[in-house]
């Protein structure tokens, strides 16, 4: 049976990592990015390297929401697991992602639609982003060099994007594909189809490069390249993640609580985002016990 890559991106709460990473069995390998600017204590980010199955900690990058980064570090992940032969398909998380079903049952279901692609994309532009998306690419977003999680930051940035507005001052548009595509970042995809992506990158750096200043090119890049590939036919459209767009616990999408245990139970989905403490406390100590009796049951 082929072996899956969770590929993690995170910035807080290890102790949720090590709850993700006991819940599964040996046949998921974990290669973690851990946000650069991050205050994790050295303690939590040892007991972190000392679990089962992880292969590699990076905390090579200082990832702000918008930047260029996130998807280096994605990036970077990626090249990592498909060194490994073994692996059949890679997923890519949050930190705050978590299992809703068995390892067993997860398994199953790759095994069962080997070869098909997990990821949501949609033709730009598109009315589910702002400006059809295609501002993310015509600006210079220049979320790496501030962090619009600050005032003065988030301020610095439309600032930015109100002068080249009122001059008229556009990038040159991105020709490196006939059609452009976004998406989550949140997907399931086969090692091939990876590797496909990464050796495109290797091909023609040029890629990347015009990606920098882009706005959230991790909602992009993979999209763009392989709905404009021999892939494309195989791409289901959807994740494999459960996610509810609300507003609630303080955040959007809904940081999960126990009141949601009845969806996920009986959701098709095998993953599911976000988890936070303490709201999510009591639901991850259901979903465990879930998990625990679908085991023994099979």
């Not at 996610?243 to 126990?258: F, Q, V, Y």
Request: proline share 4%; charged share 25%; aromatic share 12%.
């Amino acid at each position: 049976m082929m072996k899956h890559a969770i590929l993690f991106l995170a910035y807080k709460n290890v102790d949720h990592l090590v709850e993700y990473i006991n819940l599964l069995d040996d046949d998921f390998l974990f290669y973690i990015h851990l946000d650069k600017k991050s205050k994790l204590k050295k303690n939590a980010v040892e007991k972190l390297s000392r679990q089962k199955n992880v292969v590699i900690i990076s905390r090579k990058y200082a990832v702000n929401w918008g930047g260029l980064n996130l998807l280096k570090a994605l990036l970077l992940l990626a090249k990592e697991a498909v060194k490994n032969k073994e692996i059949g398909y890679l997923h890519s998380m949050s930190g705050q992602d978590f299992p809703i079903k068995s390892s067993q049952e997860i398994k199953d279901f790759y095994e069962k639609h080997n070869g098909k692609q997990f990821m949501e994309h949609f033709a730009l532009p598109s009315s589910r982003w702002a400006g059809g998306g295609l501002n993310r690419l015509n600006y210079y977003n220049p979320y790496d060099l501030f962090n619009r999680k600050t005032k003065s930051g988030a301020k610095l940035i439309s600032a930015c994007l109100k002068i080249q507005k009122f001059f008229h001052i556009k990038r040159k548009p991105f020709i490196a594909f006939p059609k452009l595509y976004g998406g989550s970042v949140w997907w399931s995809l086969s090692s091939d189809c990876v590797r496909y992506v990464l050796d495109q990158l290797a091909a023609d750096p040029g890629i990347l490069k015009r990606l920098h200043y882009t706005l959230c090119p991790e909602e992009m890049l993979f999209q763009t390249i392989l709905m404009n590939s021999r892939f494309e036919p195989s791409i289901t459209g959807n994740t494999m993640t459960m996610i509810l767009w609300e507003h609630r616990n303080g955040n959007s999408p809904a940081t999960l609580d126990k009141s949601d245990f009845p969806k996920l139970k009986t959701s098709a989905k095998l993953f599911a985002r976000r988890f936070d403490y303490p709201a999510s406390h009591e639901l991850v100590k259901l979903i465990k016990k879930e998990v625990s009796s679908q085991k023994k049951a099979s």
